[in-house]
């Protein structure tokens, strides 16, 4: 074993030892509790050798970090790296990549042959493999581990999750020997505590020391004003406190952005820095506005100089950076952050404080999972400098005591498969396999590995339905089956019917002073007949009559829905492989395969990554963005690569040739769509042009401030969305049969958007 300059934990030697012996191994700790030494003895094991390593992470930022954490470690010299828009020495012995980068190196489209790919590559390190979660992502590291040759011994390093046993044997079936090593050691243990408003100078042990609710915490009341409830903020009190106690630096959670600047705000006129620490940040920041002279202005500049900063996604990128920089020197003593934060990066804190145990989502309040809540609390607690960390729940009117307790003490969730085909996994697949073997590699998913714990709700419901016919097996006192009660009631039904509509011709006929014909007396003999032939059944004086019948239908009603969980037993079973086929439906429809193999315009389709790969390839496909220029082109992708906003932007003008492209790729999505949904095929087909027109001004040479002042809305997600735009304009540039003028118009456009501040990570 690679001799470390510090003892090792159990864990570590454990897993190490795993690596050491030729195996895969799945490491399962909580946050800081040393998973990269493990990821590092690989490294060095590696170099040893004179094979190589794969590092990767889901994050670019992560990867970035990583890729200068190593390179002054190990040497620039042996490290590469390769994200969306960055190749550095890519045939270095260690390259750190985006988890996306590795997912399409296996697939040997657009980066070349795998075997090339994976030349001499001994180790892949999956970091933050409970990423799996993702809704939007975790099918990538499904495929991941699907593809990745087994030769290559896979090191997943994952937080806490509850079935990582499950993980394991589902890498084992599907790759090569793994073994779990599984610890909830933590090397800086937390403790916990609660801000009880009404108790606002001290913050409140939240468990005795048995484990118990502290009795001495209040829940929070609901303070209403002119009918609307009243939430005031006690974030001041609670940092004061934190002060106090010598519990900072901290990182303080609040899941909404507008909160996170509000609360740093509040917090600025705290004394929570000397002269010396602001004399450094102030030196920090020129020095960093010297190479980033666009951050000259920003308005967040003077609370960084009062050791407060608020750092989410509506920031620049370069913004961000400063602040986790000024962090990690300890020089900002509180960072506002919206939960992203909790995603591996690197910043240690004495304190984590939870403003709130619920959050909003698209449909309402829920509470925060256990893994959420792991997640953020695992951030307390700096290994080497700290002997505990430090986590601090804000008492709210959406929360009792009790519910936090129960969190606090929560194991963590399960891993969910994400597993969903898409239009380009289907191409891929088909390009390299025949239709029943591309069906065994959909059926390795970790979705269908796990499906039968996932169908554990489902086959609950048939068993206790089962029991409950079985209970309601009625036993007749005169032995008569079901058969023979129907027909009772098919009697009875009609006698009654009938008895009513002889009473009527009665009554009828009557009124009009007249005799009955001889077709009703006739009725009426055939009427009384059925109510003789009502009395040969037992069932006619029978007191278990009703209790008989009502149990028929319940049986019935039952019967119906065994049949419906049944099917959806089988839809579920068979989900991943139905919509693979319902991909594969659309593509036949489009001409994009033919004998289950990929046409040269399903070859294209296959080397895109997108949200819908085959609604770009129509787009190129019709040329209808053959005659824009770079700055119109730019526009346009930007409408179909930007998600719907959950927020009311103002309608900002764009110029006619965006107008009439956007108008034809219009009839385009309407047709997909039409096709998409006779397959029950649901793939997102964006026109939200919301940025088109800052993009534009963008590419023609606008100051950033010109662009960004424009609209209400955070910097950091219009760097994302001409990141995003940036990121299909490139793959114009390397898939096949892209009309050369195109390639050079997103060439040209490529280069005009990758300025400052929108070229930095």
């Not at 790759?175 to 050691?185: A, I, Y």
């Not at 020391?209 to 005031?232: C, T, V, W």
């Not at 001889?518 to 032939?533: H, I, N, W, Y």
Request: glycine fraction near 4%; hydrophobic fraction near 35%; include cysteine.
């Amino acid at each position: 074993m690679y001799e470390f300059p510090f003892e090792l934990d159990d864990f570590q030697k454990e897993a190490c030892d795993y690596i050491d012996e030729g195996k895969s191994v799945v490491v399962c700790a909580p946050t800081g509790a040393g998973k990269t030494v493990i990821a590092q003895h690989a490294i060095h094991r590696a170099l040893e050798n004179g094979t190589r390593i794969f590092y990767t992470t889901p994050l670019k930022a992560l990867s970035n970090q990583k890729y200068y954490d190593f390179g002054e470690k190990y040497g620039q010299d042996k490290v590469g790296l390769l994200t969306g828009d960055t190749s550095i020495n890519r045939n270095a012995q260690i390259v750190v990549m985006t988890t996306e980068v590795f997912r399409n190196m296996l697939y040997g489209t657009n980066f070349g042959a795998v075997a090339d790919n994976m030349k001499d590559v001994r180790y892949v390190v999956l970091d933050e493999v409970h990423y799996m979660n993702d809704e939007q992502r975790g099918t990538v590291w499904e495929e991941s581990i699907i593809y990745c040759p087994t030769n290559v011994q896979i090191i997943a390093l994952s937080a806490t999750v509850a079935n990582a046993d499950e993980l394991t044997a589902w890498i084992n079936t599907v790759h090569s020997k793994t073994e779990l090593v599984n610890t909830d050691f933590r090397p800086v243990p937390l403790k916990f505590y609660y801000f009880d408003s009404s108790q606002p100078y001290k913050l409140l042990p939240l468990l005795t020391p048995s484990g118990a609710l502290n009795n001495k915490i209040k829940p929070e009341k609901k303070k209403f004003s002119h009918g609307k409830m009243k939430q005031k903020t006690y974030v001041k009190e609670v940092v004061r406190n934190l002060q106090q106690n010598d519990m900072l630096p901290a990182i303080y959670f609040t899941f909404s952005r507008r909160k996170c600047d509000e609360q740093m705000e509040k917090c600025a006129g705290l004394d929570l820095i000397t002269k010396a620490e602001r004399a450094q940040i102030r030196q920090f920041i020129d020095d960093y506005i010297a190479e980033n002279p666009y951050l000259y202005n920003n308005k967040h500049i003077e609370y960084l100089l009062c050791g407060v900063a608020s750092h989410h996604a509506g920031l620049l990128p370069s913004w961000k950076l400063l602040v986790e920089k000024l962090f990690q020197k300890g020089l900002i003593k509180v960072v506002f952050a919206t939960e992203t934060l909790a995603a591996g990066i690197n910043m240690p804190a004495r304190s984590t404080v939870i403003s709130s145990t619920s959050k909003r989502t698209d449909s309402g309040h829920r509470m925060l999972t256990a893994s959420e809540f792991l997640q953020m609390s695992g951030r307390a607690g700096r290994r080497g400098m700290d002997e505990v960390g430090y986590v601090t729940i804000v008492g709210t009117p959406f929360q009792t005591p009790e519910e936090v307790a129960e969190l606090v003490l929560s194991d963590a969730n399960p891993l969910e498969s994400r597993f969903s085909p898409s239009y380009s996994m289907v191409l891929n697949l088909l390009q390299r396999f025949n239709l029943d073997e591309a069906k065994e590699l959909i059926l390795k998913s970790f979705g269908y590995f796990s499906s039968g714990s996932r169908l554990q709700p489902i086959l609950k419901q048939i068993e206790a339905n089962h029991l409950e016919i079985a209970e309601r097996n009625f036993q007749c006192p005169y032995k008569l089956t079901d058969k023979e009660l129907f027909a009772y009631d098919k009697i009875r039904h009609i006698y009654v019917q009938n008895r009513q509509t002889y009473k009527k011709i009665c009554k009828q006929e009557k009124a009009k002073n007249r005799p009955l014909s001889e077709d009703a007396v006739q009725f009426g003999r055939e009427t009384k007949a059925l109510l003789a032939k009502m009395h040969d059944f037992h069932c006619d004086t029978c007191k278990l009559y009703k209790k008989h019948t009502k149990n028929l239908e319940v049986i019935a009603r039952l019967n119906i829905r065994q049949k419906k969980l049944e099917k959806e037993v089988e839809r579920q079973r068979d989900i991943f492989w139905n919509k693979f086929l319902a991909h594969r439906s659309v593509l036949i429809d489009f001409g994009y395969i033919e004998n289950d193999y990929p046409t040269s315009k399903g070859i294209t389709t296959s080397q895109i990554r997108s949200e819908n790969e085959l609604f770009i390839a129509e787009i190129i496909f019709s040329g209808v963005l053959d005659n824009l220029t770079p700055s119109q082109l730019a526009a346009v992708i930007c409408a179909i690569t930007t998600e719907d906003l959950r927020i009311e932007i103002p309608y900002i003008p764009f110029s006619e040739p965006v107008r009439k492209t956007l108008n034809l790729i219009r009839n385009i999505r309407r047709k997909i769509e039409k096709v998409q949904n006779n397959y029950a095929v649901d793939a997102p087909l964006y026109i939200n042009p919301y940025f088109s027109s800052l993009i534009e001004l963008w590419v023609e040479g606008a100051e950033w401030e010109t662009v960004s002042e424009q609209i209400d809305i955070g910097e950091g997600d219009l760097v994302r969305s001409f990141k995003r735009v940036v990121d299909v304009l490139r793959q114009f540039t390397t898939i096949d049969n892209v009309p050369e003028a195109l390639v050079f118009t997103a060439r040209e456009a490529i280069e005009k958007i990758q300025r400052e501040p929108v070229d930095l990570d």
